[in-house]
T-cell receptor, first 116, second 114 residues
């Protein structure tokens, strides 16, 4: 069964460093998403991406964040200068169409980012 | 800002007991999804409810969408240890404004003791 994969599973970085989180969405999916979940808190929408551009982004997704689809398979989230409060689980998801009633979004296993 | 509040936040019950968790909002949604998340994994979709008053069953799980499409409930009959996990409701917000953002509820962490 096709699945969303994410690498690395755990990333430890120093505050101020840049990190790139990688995701391989399901191959025939057209919509891609990033979410984050701070420990003990709810899953929060960061950004959606379609047709090689950002569709929507949340207030969390500030200038420190960027997304890219560098090739036909990978979808990346870059945090330019990490802060302590960026420590969280980051989930990638993908869907055939815009996620909602008719289109299920499938989540990857997540990358745990720890900023020291 | 559209919010989804879930209750209870935590629930610990014995195997065989029944339970209900709730997802409430002041906003109307065109649909609502329920997910289950296990430690170290991403959320997995259980069901989507669309019509006000709709009831859907998935084995021992019964999902109901409120008549006004502002709230939903998940009822588990005869809970088993395998039901342990974080249950999340979610919905697509901003549909009327065209700013589509997926929002998640605060979650109910269920533990079923053998």
């Amino acid at each position: 069964e096709p699945e969303v994969t994410q690498t690395p599973s755990h990333q430890v970085t120093q505050m101020g460093q840049e990190v790139i989180l990688r995701c391989v969405p399901i191959s025939n999916h057209l919509y891609f998403y990033w979410y984050r979940q701070i420990l003990g808190q709810k899953v929060e929408f960061l950004v959606s991406f379609y047709n090689n551009e950002i569709s929507e982004k949340s207030e969390i997704f500030d200038d420190q964040f960027s997304v890219e689809r560098p090739d036909g398979s990978n979808f990346t989230l870059k945090i330019r200068s990490t802060k302590l409060e960026d420590s969280a689980m980051y989930f990638c998801a993908s869907s055939v169409g815009l996620a909602g009633v008719y289109n299920e979004q499938f989540f990857g296993p997540g990358t745990r980012l720890t900023v020291l | 800002t559209q919010l989804l509040e879930q209750s209870p936040q935590f629930l610990s019950i014995q195997e065989g007991e029944n339970l209900t968790v709730y997802c409430n909002s002041s906003s109307v949604f065109s649909s609502l999804q329920w997910y289950r998340q296990e430690p170290g994994e991403g959320p997995v979709l259980l069901v989507t409810v669309v019509t006000g008053g709709e009831v859907k069953k998935l084995k021992r799980l019964t999902f109901q969408f409120g008549d006004a499409r502002k709230d939903s409930s998940l009822h588990i009959t005869a809970a088993q240890p395998g039901d342990t996990g974080l249950y999340l409701c979610a919905a697509l917000s901003g549909v009327t404004s065209g700013t589509y953002k997926y929002i998640f509820g605060t979650g109910t962490r269920l533990k079923v003791l053998a």
